[in-house]
Each structure stands twice: as C-alpha cells, then as structure tokens.
C-alpha cells in the first residue's frame, strides 16, 4: 500500500509517495535519483548498499523505507560538504582504495560509521569491522590504510 513517507537525506526534508515496503534502496537509486548507492546481493551480504541512518550503517536492499520514517538518511551523495570531498572520500581517492569502484560507496559509509563509534580504531579494529563489505577486486589492504589515514584527518591530524 503507498504510503507518504517522510525523512530527511542528505541533510534536506524529503517526502515520498511509495509501497512503504519498498526497499529503501530503490527509493534511492530510482525514485529519488541518487545512484551512488550499489546493488550488490540484494541480500544485506556484501554491503555494496550501504547507507546510514541515524549516523548507523545500514543495508539499504533489506530496509523498507518505511522504516526510515522521520530519520535521518546519508547516501554516499551527502558526505561532500560545498563540493569539498569528505575526508574519507579523498583517502579513498589518495590511497588507490578502489579499483573498479562498485563497492567504494558502501565501504565509504560503513567506514564513516566505524570511525564515528571508535575515531581511533586500530587497524584489527578496522579489519574487523569492515569484514562484511565485500570487494572482489582485492583492494582491502588500500581500503583499510584509506580509513586509517581518514581516520587521522578527521580528529584534526592527531
């Protein structure tokens, strides 16, 4: 059953008219635009989809938007501030942390989430909690230094 559902992405009030069940994924890729969040599995697997909601680390293939309602929703669109990469998108960019870049999206944002929790995590801490994004291209070793060097960024180079 359609449903208006509120919420605001990317820092702006939104509102859509769809299936409340609807995967929140496909409110962003195809009602709403924004195809920087991946279809990976389509199984809350390989985090290709991953998305925060309230600043958590969600899979959006497996969330109903209607449980996004009056949240706040961040898609791989919204960490850049005035066209100014955020830093783990620069990381990314400077570390070669990304080959084919299906999954950079999804790993941006679970790494967002890991860094919010823990601004100084470990490299194991980081290994750890990125486990369950997936890339098949071998880039993981970039992708944790990437995160690292973020990490340091983002405290302000301490």
């Known amino acids: 059953m359609?449903?208006?559902i509120q919420f605001k992405l990317n820092g702006k009030q939104t509102s859509v008219t769809v299936d409340s069940e609807r995967m929140l994924l496909w409110v962003l890729r195809t009602d709403l635009g924004l195809t920087?969040?991946?279809?990976?599995?389509?199984?809350?697997?390989?985090?290709?989809?991953?998305v925060l909601v309230n600043n958590?680390?969600?899979?959006?293939?497996?969330?109903?938007?209607?449980?996004?309602r009056g949240k706040d929703v961040v898609t791989i669109e919204g960490l850049a501030v005035n066209a100014t990469?955020?830093?783990?998108?620069k990381a990314f960019m400077e570390s070669d942390a990304l080959q084919c870049g299906y999954c950079t999206p999804g790993m941006i944002m679970n790494a967002y989430a890991v860094l919010r929790k823990n601004p100084r995590a470990s490299p194991a801490d980081i290994l750890l909690e990125m486990e369950d994004n997936l890339c098949r291209c071998g880039a993981h070793t970039r992708i944790i230094q990437a995160i690292q060097n973020a990490a340091v960024e983002m405290r302000g180079g301490s």
Do not use: D, F, I, N
Request: proline share 6%; hydrophobic share 20%.
């Open 36 to 50: 920087g969040t991946k279809y990976g599995c389509g199984q809350s697997q390989c985090g290709a989809c991953t």
């Open 56 to 68: 958590e680390a969600v899979r959006s293939c497996m969330t109903p938007v209607s449980e996004v």
């Open 2 to 4: 359609e449903e208006k």
């Open 85 to 89: 990469l955020h830093p783990l998108q």
